[in-house]
């Protein structure tokens, strides 16, 4: 596609739900990373993938959050046991090698109730 | 290490000027400018390398101090679409962005 795209654009999820996010990056991009934003706050880093391997995890909130990419395309980022600290929007971007021009997605918005 | 803004937010009336400030306690391999409006994504501006270079971009320009490890961002004669959130980030593999700093402009 011509741009990043992430589905699905909004979420609403029990609290204790697992919820499944999907990013998909401009073909040809090697670097990929999601970020959280909540409302009015910055862009929290979650974690990036250089192909399909994650060399820092450590931006993950906690051990209910975690992510996989196949090779250099899709990416999901899985949170179990949602809870209502999870709100917040899950933004994707990607670009080629890493430190070059990032582009993001629309975001995931994702509420928890 | 989480790159630091200044200022958090700016008000201008339409024309004048503004400088927005990003510093690091590590050393800057590259500084990644991004401007994000209400309710949308994130948008790429510029990216700066080490060198000291200063890059341009319409009336928007910035510039790179590796040896202070600073960027600034200058918009010059401001105009209503400049309105929105500034992020600098900064990381030679990951890109880790500051809080950003707010700007409206007013007509």
């Known amino acids: 596609g011509a741009g990043v795209s992430q589905s699905p654009s909004n979420k609403v999820t029990e609290k204790g739900k697992d919820v499944e996010l999907r990013c998909d990056p401009i073909s040809g991009h090697t670097a990929l990373y999601w970020y959280r934003q909540r409302l009015g706050q910055g862009l929290e880093f979650l974690i990036y993938f250089q192909g399909n391997s994650a060399p820092d995890k450590s931006g993950l909130p906690s051990d209910r959050f975690s992510a996989e990419r196949t090779g250099e395309s899709v990416s999901t980022l899985t949170i179990q046991r949602t809870q209502q600290e999870d709100s917040a929007v899950y933004l994707c971007a990607s670009s080629f090698p890493m430190g070059t021009e990032a582009f993001f997605g629309q975001g995931t918005r994702l509420t928890v109730v | 290490q989480q790159p630091v803004q200044s200022p958090q937010a700016v008000i201008l009336r339409e024309g004048e000027d503004a400088v927005i400030n990003c510093s690091s306690s590590?050393?800057?391999?590259?500084v990644h400018w991004y401007r994000q409006k209400h309710g949308e994504a994130p948008v790429f501006l510029m990216i700066l390398l080490k060198g000291g270079e200063q890059k341009g971009h319409d009336k928007i320009s910035a510039s790179f101090n590796e040896k202070k490890q600073q960027s600034s961002l200058y918009l010059t004669a401001s105009q209503l679409s400049y309105s929105g959130t500034y992020f600098c980030?900064?990381?030679?593999?990951?890109?880790?962005f500051g809080k950003g700093t707010r700007l409206h402009i007013l007509p």
């Open positions: 980030g900064t990381g030679d593999d990951k890109i880790i």
């Open positions: 590590k050393a800057l391999y590259s």
